[in-house]
């Protein structure tokens, strides 16, 4: 599995990672931004909530898309790997213009939809202009190296981060959520210490990383982005150490941004809110 | 109070923080480095218990110090401001070829022994070769920036760390102790945000930075050392948020050392251990 091809005739929707707990209501700038994207009141909205257990999470952001004046949104549920080969299912994931993941666990994610025809629906629409969000887990999963789980702690450890092949939507970024909130430099560090060719995104709780076609990132909400770039690594003793023993790194680079800040993947150029 | 001036006649003795928990056995490489530098067995060495509260603190440095063969050592007590000016106390700080201070408080060493005549003793005797480890709040209490007090957290707040004037070894770092332990990056990066000339040193348990007179560090102990150097920073929003709340950091260079690895405090360069 390659990341998610570009079409050349079509702009890129957006990848639109959340940190988790995000304010679930009418006024939220993240939510209102990923509905704006998407065509505003006449998006097509399709809420997938695999990562969660919970019978009621889908329906909570139905709720909340509802009540920001959305008029076509609906919950697809996919609980197991046949539900993704569902003709309904996918025809509803086809229509929409806006695709949101909920939280929950990731492996929920992976494990379902990974290889299956919705994931390469997914992979498509994107690729064609359709913005996908997810948050928490969802978050985790978009990339094509995802956090599957680890430990908390502030810094690198070999095995600390357990890595997974994710969505694929891009692989030029690896993503931690929750992240100040649970203390995940430390794994996002150990994810990015295996292969330092991705930047590392370590997002805050109700915050988002806006990653538009272009692949400028823009932060929006109420945490911050920790971005870590490991361009100028010059040592990594990954290779080296036993299992949970800290790991040597030479050369990190490291912006923390916070609402309105920007990140550029290409030229790898961080900037502040401007005004 | 500027740092301790550095004698031309003499190379200035190493600067030794250690991040709290090293092991105090016979064995332990931190202190028989310190101990050898000092040199071993005919080493003249002074405990300086006073950040702690306990009674036996400085005994049982006494005792490990002793086991590993040095023939003089004595526990000198600094309770209040005017044992430090004690003739005899100061004697035997004068006498010292290497001076320890114990972990507890560092606002217990700040209030008890700044601008004492032991303060100014411990900063000529440390220019003049007279080598100088303190752990955990003795390591806080080394230079001339010390981090009074804080919160934990991955990433920076405005306030998360209070800086207080320290014993004054060297400006060129700001030290933080138990750093992997108790998650302390956040309140590195928060004190270092304040004014980003220092370079910030998180030292996990266990592990020290011996700074040596040309300022090259080395790394010893079964930890790590997070070396954070903001040389290049373009940006940081401290003098623009409200106490508590995040803040925007761009152009953070970040090194987690391990065992053997050196940082070179005036080319600002660091290497892994060799070999």
Request: hydrophobic share 40%; glycine share 12%.
């Amino acid at each position: 599995m390659c990341p998610a091809k570009v079409n050349d005739r079509y702009d890129r929707g957006f990848i639109i990672p959340i940190g988790g707990g995000e304010k679930k209501v009418k006024t939220s700038s993240i939510l209102n931004r990923f509905i704006e994207l998407s065509g505003g009141r006449d998006a097509r909205i399709v809420i997938i909530p695999t990562a969660s257990r919970l019978e009621d999470t889908g329906d909570r952001y139905l709720e909340v898309f509802t009540e920001i004046g959305v008029k076509s949104v609906s919950v697809v549920s996919l609980d197991q790997r046949e539900d993704c080969e569902d003709m309904i299912k996918l025809a509803k994931l086809e229509d929409a213009t806006g695709i949101f993941m909920t939280g929950g666990d990731q492996l929920r994610l992976s494990t379902i939809i990974g290889g299956t025809s919705v994931s390469k629906l997914m992979r498509k629409a994107n690729s064609e202009g359709v913005h996908i969000a997810g948050t928490s887990a969802g978050a985790a999963f978009i990339p094509e190296h995802m956090i599957a789980f680890g430990r908390g702690g502030a810094t690198p450890k070999s095995g600390l981060a357990t890595l997974a092949p994710g969505l694929g939507l891009t692989n030029k970024v690896i993503i931690d959520q929750h992240f100040r909130e649970r203390g995940r430099l430390g794994r996002l560090l150990s994810a990015l210490a295996y292969n330092p060719f991705a930047i590392g995104l370590g997002v805050d709780e109700d915050t988002a990383a806006f990653i538009g076609p272009d692949d400028v990132i823009e932060v929006i909400g109420s945490g911050g982005i920790t971005v870590i770039d490991p361009t100028d690594l010059q040592h990594s003793s990954m290779a080296d150490v036993g299992r949970l023993k800290p790991v040597c790194l030479i050369g990190i680079r490291l912006h923390i941004l916070l609402d309105g800040g920007r990140y550029d993947l290409s030229t790898r150029e961080a900037s502040p809110a401007s005004g």
